[in-house]
Structure formats: structure tokens, C-alpha cells
């Protein structure tokens, strides 16, 4: 009795470096190298933005000289 077995191929891809990531990234193309391959990422939006801000004015008012409780 004899199977069959699918043969092993993997497709040969290039692995990028952070120059190759600053190439693209010169030429408009957005992402993050994960083990060598680009993954692309959209950018932050207008609601992000929004909750950012508010984040960093509340931590801000937070660490202010005079809130320590040192």
C-alpha cells in the first residue's frame, strides 16, 4: 500500500533589513519588520489621535512636580 504525500515547497522569500524598511518607507510604503518580513500597518486615524491626546494630558497632569506624594 503505498500514499501519497504532497511535496514540501516553500516559496523562497527575501528577508528585509532595517535599510530596506527605510528605502520603503521613503517611497510612502508603511509597516514593521517582524523576522525579516515587512507587514504592513495603516495609519492612525483621527479617533486615535483624539484618545492619545487625552491620554497624555492626563498622565501629564499627573506626574506634574508638586502631585508626588514623595
Do not use: W, Y
Amino acid at each position: 500500500m503505498t500514499t501519497a504525500t504532497k511535496p514540501k515547497t516553500k516559496l523562497a522569500r527575501k528577508l528585509l533589513t532595517a535599510d530596506d524598511l527605510l528605502r520603503l518607507d521613503a517611497q510612502g510604503v508603511r509597516g514593521e519588520l517582524i523576522r525579516g518580513a515587512l507587514i504592513k500597518t495603516m495609519p492612525a486615524g483621527h479617533r486615535h489621535g483624539k484618545i492619545v491626546m487625552k491620554l497624555a494630558i492626563c498622565l501629564g497632569n499627573f506626574v506634574q512636580p508638586g502631585n508626588s506624594e514623595r
